[in-house]
Nanobody, 124 residues
Framework: QVQLAESGGGAVQAGSSVRLSCAAS?????MAWFRQAPGKDREFVGT????????FYADSVKGRFTISRDNTKNTVDLQMNSLKPADTAVYYC????????????????????WGPGTQVIVSS
């Protein structure tokens, strides 16, 4: 099983930028970021296809967050700009491990491996 590990979380002021990274221990295909705020269900943030030719974002982050990946390093990043207190959450990286699943999906059940999460706190 491929392991995922997120990094880059922390506490920042509203309007700041944070870049999260996720490193995989092996080959992954589609990758995504999800988040879970205190007392709320996990929600989709963004996803990127294996060849990075397709991305999709939640409306709440569109225009502020950008996903990128480096298949040579098995990494995926989430650049988060213009952060808001509503972005406060634990952010999780997810990946598919089946080459059939190279395309994107907003469903958490599509992904086979998950990282432990990294906390992002945005204060006003």
């Amino acid at each position: 099983q491929v392991q995922l590990a997120e990094s880059g979380g922390g506490a920042v002021q509203a309007g700041s930028s944070v870049r999260l990274s996720c490193a995989a221990s092996g080959r992954t295909y589609a990758m995504a970021w999800f988040r879970q705020a205190p007392g709320k269900d996990r929600e989709f943030v963004g996803t990127i296809s294996f060849f990075a030719d397709d991305t999709f974002y939640a409306d709440s982050v569109k225009g502020r967050f950008t996903i990128s990946r480096d298949n040579t390093k098995n990494t995926v990043d989430l650049q988060m700009n213009s952060l808001k207190p509503a972005d406060t959450a634990v952010y999780y990286c997810a990946a598919t491990l089946d080459e059939i699943k190279r395309g994107i999906s907003t469903s958490g059940t599509y992904y086979d491996s998950w990282g432990p999460g990294t906390q992002v706190i945005v204060s006003s």
